[in-house]
C-alpha cells in the first residue's frame, strides 16, 4: 500500500509513477492516456455526468467496481484518478494484501478523515482474488464512505464478489477493444512523442498482425510493438517478420470479419462433427492464436452440444456450458484449456442430431396451424370455476402409478401419435430409444384404442 500511489504496474514492477513518463518506461505506461477523453474504445462511459467522470473528477464520492478484459483500461482509470483533485490515493493489489493490510488502509483513513484531512480513494486491484472475509472487511467502510473504493476486476462481479460490496459499489462495464481501437493505440504510439516518436514506420501487414494477437489487449499490442521496434535495431520500417521474431507468434492467415473467419468456423464445426479430434483440436488453436473471440467459440459448442451430440451423450452440453462460463469468468489464456476440453469431449462423443430435428419439426407443424386445443384433463385447475368447466377431470397421476407412466392423452388431436424425436442407435440414444418404444407403448394405449 502506497500513499498518493497509482495502482499496480501492469507490467509486474510494482507501482506506476504518478509524474511524466521516463524514458525508461515501458511503452505500455508511457502511452497510457493523460486525460479522460484519450480513453479508448469505453465511448459508453464517457458520457457528461457519467459516474465515470464524476470519480475521476473528484466531484462525487461514488466507490467503483471496474469490470472488464484484460488491457481494457481499468488500470489507466486508476491512474487518472490518481492525479486528479486534492484526494489521497492508495493501491493495494488482492494478489498480495489480506485483512490486515485493508483494515490498516480503512483505521488510516478514518484518522486523516477525522482530523480534517482529504478523501481516501482506495484501489483494489484484481479485488476477485480477495476472499469473501476480505471483500466483506471493506462493507463498513464503504457504506460510512470513510474510503471510496475504486475496485478492478477481469471476472464477472456478480459472481466474484460478494453481494454487499457490489451493491454499495457503482459497477461500471468496461468492453473488449476492438481491432479499431487497439489499432489506433498502436498507431498513436508509433506517432507520439512519448511513444516511438516517428522513428519507425510500421508495415501494414505487421501492423495487422500486432492487433490480431492482441486480442482486445491495448498493453499486449504496446508491449508486442516495444518489442518489435527493439528487435528491428535501427531499421525504418518494422516488418512482419520483425514482429513475428519480437513476439514469437507466426501471423495466421484469418480475417475475423471476412471469408477467412467463417471458413476455420465451418471446418471446426465441421471437424468435431465428423469427430476428428485433432483436426477440431488444429481448428480451435489456429482461431485462438488468430486472436478469435473466446465467446464465439464457446457459443459455437454449445450449439454443437446439442445440435449434433445431443441426447447421444446429454453430457456433452454440460461440458460446452461449462466452457463458456470459464470463458466469461476467467478469460484468456487459461480458458484455452477448458475450451479445449470441451472439443475433445465434443468431438469423440457419439452424435446424433435427433433433438435439433424433433424440435425443427414440431415447430414447422406449429406453423402449419397444426394447433388443436388443449385436452380437458390436463388444462390448469388451481382457479375457481375451473373445475365446471371440466379442467383437470380425469386426468391420472403418473407417479401414482409404479411404473412412473400412464395411458393418458396429452398432445392435442390433431398431432396426437406425430412421433417428433427419434433417437438414433449411437450412444446412449440406444438406450433411450428402448425406453422410448415402451413408453409410448403405455402413454399412448387410449389413442391406439387399446
Known amino acids: 500500500m502506497f500513499d498518493n500511489a497509482p495502482p499496480p504496474d501492469p507490467q509486474g514492477s510494482g507501482i506506476l509513477g504518478t509524474g511524466s513518463a521516463s524514458g525508461d518506461e515501458p511503452l505500455a505506461v508511457r502511452m497510457r ?102 471483500q466483506d472487511s471493506l462493507l463498513g467502510a464503504v457504506e460510512d464512505r470513510t474510503i471510496t473504493l475504486l475496485a478492478a476486476t477481469t471476472e ?19 468492453r473488449e477493444l476492438d481491432a479499431t481501437d487497439v489499432g489506433e493505440l498502436v498507431d498513436r504510439a508509433v506517432e507520439d512523442e512519448r511513444g516511438l516518436n516517428g522513428e519507425v514506420t510500421l508495415e501494414k501487414e505487421a501492423r495487422d498482425h500486432l492487433v490480431r494477437t492482441a486480442a482486445g489487449d491495448a498493453r499486449k499490442a504496446l508491449t508486442a510493438l516495444e518489442a518489435a521496434a527493439l528487435t528491428a535495431e535501427g531499421q525504418p520500417e518494422i516488418t512482419v517478420a520483425i514482429v513475428e521474431a519480437a513476439i514469437d507468434t507466426a501471423a495466421v492467415r484469418y480475417d475475423r470479419d471476412g471469408d477467412g473467419h467463417y471458413d476455420v468456423a465451418s471446418a471446426f464445426i465441421k471437424s468435431l462433427r465428423g469427430s476428428d479430434v485433432d483436426a477440431a483440436m488444429h481448428y480451435l488453436a489456429r482461431m485462438l492464436v488468430a486472436g478469435e473471440d473466446p465467446r464465439f467459440i ?3 459448442l454449445v450449439i454443437f452440444a446439442s445440435e449434433d451430440v445431443g441426447m447421444a451423450d446429454p453430457t456433452a452440453l454440460l461440458s460446452a456450458t461449462a466452457a463458456s462460463t470459464a470463458v466469461e469468468r476467467i478469460g484468456l ?15 469423440t462423443a457419439p452424435k446424433s442430431n435427433a433433438v435439433i430435428t424433433a424440435i425443427d419439426e414440431a415447430m414447422r407443424d406449429v406453423r402449419q396451424g397444426k394447433i388443436g386445443p388443449v385436452p380437458p384433463d390436463l388444462r390448469d385447475a ?17 407417479h401414482a402409478d409404479p411404473r412412473g407412466v400412464v395411458p ?39 389413442a391406439d384404442g387399446g
Not at 157 to 174: D, G, K, M, N
Not at 388 to 398: A, Q
Not at 417 to 441: F, N, Q, S, V
Request: positive net charge; aromatic residues 6%.
Open 333 to 347: 489464456p487459461e480458458a484455452r484449456i477448458n475450451l479445449a476440453q470441451a472439443v475433445a469431449h465434443l468431438a
Open 33 to 134: 492516456p493523460r486525460a479522460l477523453d484519450e480513453l479508448v474504445g469505453q465511448d459508453h462511459l464517457l458520457g457528461a455526468g457519467s459516474p465515470l467522470r464524476q470519480v475521476v473528477e473528484g466531484r462525487q464520492p461514488l466507490s467503483v467496481i471496474l469490470w472488464g478484459p484484460p488491457g481494457s483500461g481499468k488500470t489507466t482509470i486508476a491512474h487518472l484518478v490518481a492525479q486528479s483533485g486534492d484526494r489521497r490515493f492508495r493501491a493495494m493489489s488482492a494478489l498480495n494484501s489480506g485483512v490486515k493490510d485493508v483494515r490498516a488502509a480503512i483505521d488510516e483513513a478514518r484518522r486523516i478523515r477525522r482530523t480534517g484531512g482529504p478523501q481516501t480513494i482506495l484501489f483494489i486491484d484484481e479485488v476477485h482474488r480477495f476472499t469473501k472475509t476480505q
Open 408 to 446: 393418458q392423452r396429452y398432445a392435442p388431436d390433431v398431432v396426437a401419435g406425430r412421433d417428433y424425436y427419434r433417437p438414433t442407435r449411437h450412444g446412449l440414444e440406444a438406450e433411450i430409444g428402448e425406453r422410448l418404444e415402451k413408453l409410448r407403448r403405455i402413454v399412448r394405449r387410449p
Open 298 to 300: 464457446a457459443r459455437r
Open 156 to 174: 464477472n462481479p456478480y459472481f466474484s464478489v460478494v453481494a454487499p460490496l457490489v451493491s454499495r459499489c457503482v459497477l461500471l462495464t468496461l
Open 382 to 398: 388451481h382457479y375457481g370455476g375451473a373445475k365446471d368447466l371440466g379442467h383437470g377431470k380425469g386426468y391420472v397421476y403418473p
